[in-house]
């Protein structure tokens, strides 16, 4: 099967629909865990053998696809010709000689690029869609079908193919027909109104945070339609969309006003239902640590040398402290101004509650338990040698 996808690719071009050949990017990487080519798949991998067609491009769609590959499936990348998936030019900063962005780099790993031009390749995709087990794309809904590339159209093309649609508002609704992107659909979706200081304006979460999970949401639903498909024989339409996602991970502040009517607000690093929960101001930078209940908040007391508190009946539960929440804080605000990160890290070594330093970036990936579980891969670049990964988790 691969020999033939490689003859019906290298026809693209002959047949004038690839106008350009764009920068492939199969990386290799560690075998056990980034495979990047089929001969670098076999059995250990559980998506062998499972071909992914991905019409998807910025980061949703490619950050499912790409978990998908470094499970072991063939993921051959769909790009528009003489232009490409729009974040290979999402930067500063880019590789020096493909001019490609780290930006693209990063969802991107272990795939096949090749360009098609759909308003003209139709049949050719249907070529395609013909060895392919799974189809993802991104496009706003009804964009696809007028190039007879819908579900409805391609099922006839593949019976078993199962078809994965990732949209900004789903397929049905008055919003349906908008395009989406990650920090808009955080936006409408209540995600920056409650992220920030609590006097604040409202901010966006570092990394595109509903993408990637949109990205996650429909990995698992691809899996969960494969195993089914085990039984039925027949494929499926999935749909996820970035603004039910953003819903979902509402989560807490969601269900307490679902139910309680409780309207969430910004409150920094600290948390609406646990105290202490947050980050504190320490000599050298900031220190975060979470007692999740009151056992580890005697334990953070008796740490501290303030045992008082934890029998203090305005902090001795967890309800009271929330409820004296500014009074408690003053108190562990100052004692832990006095100490360096460093510091208390050594003093609540083998505590019950968990505890960290915030680090920067570069603090991020120069921690010598990141490197211990080799989280960073080196992979081959068919232009720019060797470039670095985060790789699975």
């Excluded at 580890?296 to 967890?318: G, Y």
């Excluded at 009271?320 to 004692?335: A, F, G, P």
């Amino acid at each position: 099967m691969l020999s033939q996808n490689l003859r019906l690719v290298r026809g693209l071009v002959n047949y004038g629909v690839c106008r350009q050949s764009l920068r492939n990017f199969a990386a290799v990487g560690d075998k056990n865990n980034a495979p990047d080519n089929a001969s670098d798949v076999d059995e250990r991998h559980p998506l062998h053998g499972i071909r992914i067609l991905d019409l998807s491009r910025i980061i949703a769609g490619p950050y499912c696809t790409m978990v998908l590959a470094d499970l072991g499936a063939e993921v051959i990348k769909v790009e528009r010709p003489n232009f490409g998936d729009e974040a290979r030019k999402w930067g500063p900063p880019f590789l020096e000689n493909s001019n490609d962005a780290a930006y693209f780099l990063a969802p991107n790993r272990n795939k096949r690029s090749i360009c098609i031009d759909i308003k003209r390749g139709t049949q050719l995709l249907h070529r395609l869609v013909e060895i392919s087990d799974v189809l993802v794309e991104n496009y706003v809904p009804g964009t696809l079908e007028r190039y007879g590339l819908g579900y409805e159209q391609l099922r006839k093309v593949n019976p078993k193919l199962i078809y994965c649609s990732m949209t900004g508002y789903g397929s049905v609704g008055p919003y349906a027909k908008r395009p989406g992107y990650d920090v808009i659909a955080s936006s409408v979706g209540g995600l920056m109104h409650i992220t920030g200081e609590r006097d604040g304006p409202p901010s966006k979460v570092g990394v595109a945070v509903t993408d990637m999970s949109t990205g996650l949401y429909a990995h698992g639903a691809i899996l969960a339609a494969l195993y089914q498909r085990t039984r039925t024989q027949r494929g499926q339409k999935i749909e996820v969309d970035l603004l039910s996602t953003c819903c979902s991970l509402l989560l807490n502040v969601g269900s307490n006003y679902l139910n309680s009517g409780v309207k969430a607000g910004r409150m920094g690093t600290a948390h609406s239902s646990i105290v202490p929960y947050q980050s504190f101001k320490t000599k050298d930078g900031y220190l975060t640590l979470g007692t999740g209940s009151d056992v580890q908040f005697e334990d953070l007391c008796r740490r501290l040398k303030v045992e008082h508190l934890a029998q203090n009946p305005k902090f001795k539960t967890n309800k009271d402290r929330v409820s004296n929440r500014v009074e408690l804080l003053r108190i562990l605000e100052q004692m832990l101004s006095e100490g360096t990160s460093r510091n208390w890290m050594k003093l609540f070594e083998g505590a019950s509650f968990p505890v960290g330093p915030v680090n920067s970036i570069p603090e991020v990936f120069e921690d010598e338990h990141i490197k211990a579980i080799g989280l960073v891969k080196s992979l081959r670049h068919p232009k720019d040698g060797t470039v670095k990964v985060v790789g699975p988790p």
